[in-house]
């Protein structure tokens, strides 16, 4: 089967898949401190559904799936669908983005079910302010999930710090020193638009120059690994002890090179992380479509992705859904 293409040519490789919009927290740049718009039960899709689709996927050629949320580890039995997928390939390059409350009871068995490493959300060190962020105390939790990941032999454990201007930003250093030690791949992300309150301004973006200026100063490093459908730029230490990463979705968008798309806990299609106009997948799949159908639904749909996000610019508007309700 030929390969997922749009029409600039982007060939898709990446797919992220939201197993629920159920979270544990409350992060701010993500969804507001009193959000309960839950999606009822039997608009979730069930393992099966989604084992379906990715099978449909990877005939394309699709090798890399990211489980996400919400909080993922909030869906039960979470390690029986990665056994499921992992029955797909092999090899398949199969990870999980998690804000690691739950994974210190349950690292060991997704690992068993075939994980095979995990990003965890973590913007601070501070505990005050870790829960001043997420609006939750629970930072001694988080770092047990991400030691007990570790020992789980999920590797490499990456960690996705969000760096806004005033907020965290003077923790750069401390956490690119703490990812050194543990060796963990600290990843910076700038601050976008898809928190649930809307009050994103573009002054609040610590910016990728000023993060690499920050740790620059404290640490020659060096720029390795260019993938362009990678939207990570990865930096090695110079005295060889770990490596940090940062996404500049703000001021150095990745959009040209990117290769993936994301399927809702509702089982909405989205070309793009900001996509206005979502894909009914799990209608076509509750109607008795059969897998050819849905690969030419794929087609469609993956043909009319745009050519990016346009922040920053007079006519962006941000989705609907808050990130929560959309998946990371």
Not at 57 to 63: D, M
Not at 114 to 131: E, H, K, T
Request: charged share 30%; net charge negative.
């Amino acid at each position: 089967m030929q390969p997922l293409v749009d029409m600039f040519g982007r060939t898709v490789g990446d797919v992220r898949i939201s197993v629920t919009d159920r979270c544990n927290f409350r992060c701010t740049y993500c969804m507001p401190e009193d959000y309960s718009e839950w999606l009822p039960k039997p608009d979730i899709l069930t393992f099966e559904e989604i084992a379906r689709l990715v099978g449909v996927l990877h005939g394309f050629g699709i090798h890399t799936v990211r489980l996400t949320g919400g909080e993922p580890l909030m869906r039960r039995e979470l390690h029986r669908l990665v056994g499921m997928l992992r029955g797909i390939d092999p090899d398949l390059d199969l990870s999980l983005t998690t804000n690691g409350f739950f994974l210190r009871d349950q690292a060991d068995a997704l690992a068993a079910a075939g994980l095979r490493r995990v990003n965890v959300s973590l913007d601070s060190l501070r505990r005050d302010r870790f829960a001043e962020m997420t609006r939750r105390d629970a930072l001694p939790e988080v770092l047990e999930g991400i030691e007990a990941a570790g020992k789980a032999g999920l590797d490499p454990i990456k960690v996705n710090v969000v760096a806004i201007r005033g907020c965290n930003d003077d923790e750069v250093v401390d956490l690119v020193d703490w990812g050194r030690a543990g060796g963990y791949q600290v990843r910076f992300i700038e601050f976008m638009p898809l928190d649930g309150d809307h009050a994103w301004r573009k002054d609040a973006v610590f910016s990728k120059r000023e993060i690499l200026d920050v740790i620059g100063a404290r640490h020659p490093f060096r720029a390795v690994g260019v993938d362009e459908r990678e939207p990570a730029q990865r930096y090695a230490f110079e005295d060889g002890r770990g490596e940090f990463g940062v996404i500049g979705s703000v001021t150095e968008p990745f959009c040209s090179t990117c290769d993936r798309i994301r399927i809702t806990a509702d089982g909405q299609l989205r070309t793009c992380l900001f996509a206005l106009d979502p894909f009914d997948l799990r209608g076509l799949l509750r109607s008795g479509a059969s897998d050819d159908e849905l690969a030419d639904f794929f087609r469609a749909a993956v043909w009319t992705k745009g050519p990016g996000h346009q922040i920053g610019s007079r006519g962006f508007v941000q989705p609907d859904r808050p990130m929560v309700a959309i998946g990371g």
